[in-house]
């Protein structure tokens, strides 16, 4: 089993910034992708941005340009900065950790963001 701790998010102003981490712990298989969707409110759940092992990042269109998403591989974590932020970017977000041994998914319980004045 893979547990996912998220920590950061709350109420952000518009053209502020925001920045998310997670950590995971468990039995992880070396070989991975995490990263970090979010759900705004009566929408599907999205992809913000993903990093796999030994890959560069993958950024949702959204967000491209204004994210970056790093890893540490030794101490599974994954953060996550996101700069002007925009009402729109409101949302709760989850990390989010695809293991490529058996292609389990593991969510963490999600951050709300709200960006308001």
């Known amino acids: 089993q893979v547990q996912l701790v998220e920590s950061g998010g709350g109420l952000v102003q518009p053209g502020g910034t925001l920045r998310l981490s997670c950590a995971a712990s468990g039995s992880i298989f070396r070989l991975n992708v995490m990263g970090w969707y979010r759900q705004a409110p009566g929408k599907q759940r999205e992809l913000v941005a993903t990093?796999?092992?030994?890959?560069?990042?993958n950024y949702a269109d959204s967000v491209e340009g204004r994210c970056i998403i790093s890893r540490d591989f030794v101490k599974n974590t994954v953060l996550l900065q996101l700069v002007n932020l925009k009402p729109e970017d409101t949302a709760v977000y989850y990390c989010y950790l695809r293991s490529l041994s058996d292609g389990n998914d593991y969510w963490g319980q999600g951050t709300q963001v709200t960006v308001s004045s």
């Open positions: 990093r796999p092992t030994g890959s560069g990042p």
